[in-house]
């Protein structure tokens, strides 16, 4: 077997740094980082410039303040290692002369900007170490989170159901899920439709999504109108809201078969929009406050009769929110015209070309939230 050249040795070395990515994509998820990385350091900068005050002292405000933004997301000791680094990196000699009575004994020393060098690179390693366990334990995360949501939508009679989602970062605070309500003596066969959202991104938003899932699968058991399961809901959530600070909005129905009856509560969600096959638009906004907000807040619902080739869109705001370069928002505008577009599509073709649609609108803009859609289709 040959021996690999050493253009085959590097070819293997880029694959391997680069997975395989072109340098396009390699430039955008650059830009992506960076862009990302700026939003959360310039959240704690105030650029504002009081009347008065001089560019040149404006610009080193805040320059200071962006530094201690940086500063501050460090520990105690790394903080230091940094200090110590970019002091070295100051000092504008590299070796040192030491005098020894009237002989001068001229001694090369380590190079200022090595050590620095050195303690950067040391700071760097701590640092992907605490972002690697962190990416293995959000992963874990990511696996239980798939776990709770639903893959495939179940079969309901009488309707066509899709359903997709697409966190803005590892985990998400979106749910969605269809499922069976236990049967009632005298009744028929009875299906929840929820589609949430927590406030909040990332593993705080994660863990009360799967507060809400679990007290929804939980208390959906018991008997009851759809506004008492709401409210037990929402009195569960209050326990853990801290103080109103961790609200979820939520649209949460009930569909009956037999007579084609949705019964439901936005609780603060957005507004779903319910497309007739006439082409008319209703919203279903009859509801109440997000959940975790009141412990003591009433509920009402509504009740809209789904007709055959009507069209019930459910989404979150992440959707209609997406923003593009020039941040300029979806817009609702643009999802109900995507709905008339596929009026005669399946809604799994339909969910899709919505999230294409969305693509072309942000482009290499960053996402900023969870953006979820629920689609169901009266046949």
């Not at 776990?147 to 803005?168: C, D, H, M, N, Y």
């Not at 979150?316 to 995507?338: F, H, I, K, P, S």
């Amino acid at each position: 077997m040959a021996e690999p050249t050493i253009t085959d040795r590097a070819n293997r070395f880029w694959q391997r740094v680069t997975e395989g990515m072109q340098l396009n994509d390699i430039w955008r998820q650059f830009q992506s980082d960076a862009q990302s990385s700026y939003r959360l350091y310039s959240k704690d900068v105030d650029a504002t410039r009081p009347q008065g005050e001089s560019k040149g002292r404006h610009f080193f405000r805040v320059v200071g303040q962006f530094f201690w933004a940086i500063l501050d997301k460090l520990s105690p000791a790394r903080r230091i290692l940094l200090l110590v680094a970019l002091a070295l990196l100051i000092v504008p000699i590299s070796s040192f002369s030491w005098h020894y009575r009237s002989t001068e004994v001229s001694t090369n020393a380590p190079d200022l900007h090595f050590l620095a060098a050195l303690l950067l690179f040391a700071l760097l390693i701590m640092e992907v170490g605490d972002r690697v366990v962190m990416k293995r334990d959000l992963q874990i995360a990511k696996e239980i989170q798939a776990w709770l949501l639903p893959s495939e939508p179940p079969k309901v009679p009488g309707l066509q159901i899709a359903f997709a989602t697409r966190p803005a970062n590892t985990v998400a605070g979106d749910y969605y899920d269809v499922f069976a309500r236990p049967v009632q003596e005298g009744e028929g066969p009875r299906y929840l439709i929820a589609v949430a959202d927590v406030a909040g991104k990332s593993i705080p938003a994660a863990m009360l999504m799967a507060t809400f899932q679990a007290s929804l699968k939980t208390l959906s058991d018991t008997p009851g109108p759809l506004t008492e399961l709401v409210a037990r809901i929402n009195r569960y959530a209050c326990g853990n809201s801290q103080n109103g600070r961790r609200f979820t909005t939520a649209f949460v129905a009930e569909y009956e078969p037999a007579t084609r009856r949705l019964t439901y509560v936005n609780a603060g969600h957005n507004t779903p929009i319910l497309l007739r096959r006439s082409g008319a638009i209703e919203r279903l906004d009859v509801g109440g406050v997000p959940v975790g907000v009141l412990e003591a807040a009433p509920y009402a619902s509504g009740e809209v009769t789904l007709e055959v080739g009507d069209w019930l869109a459910a989404f979150t705001d992440g959707v209609v929110e997406a923003e593009n370069a020039a941040q300029q928002q979806y817009g609702e505008d643009r999802l109900v015209t995507m709905l008339h577009w596929g009026a005669q599509l399946e809604p799994a073709l339909v969910l899709q070309h919505i999230f294409f649609d969305i693509d072309r609108f942000v482009q290499n803009a960053p996402q900023h939230d969870d953006i979820t859609c629920m689609l169901l289709r009266a046949v």
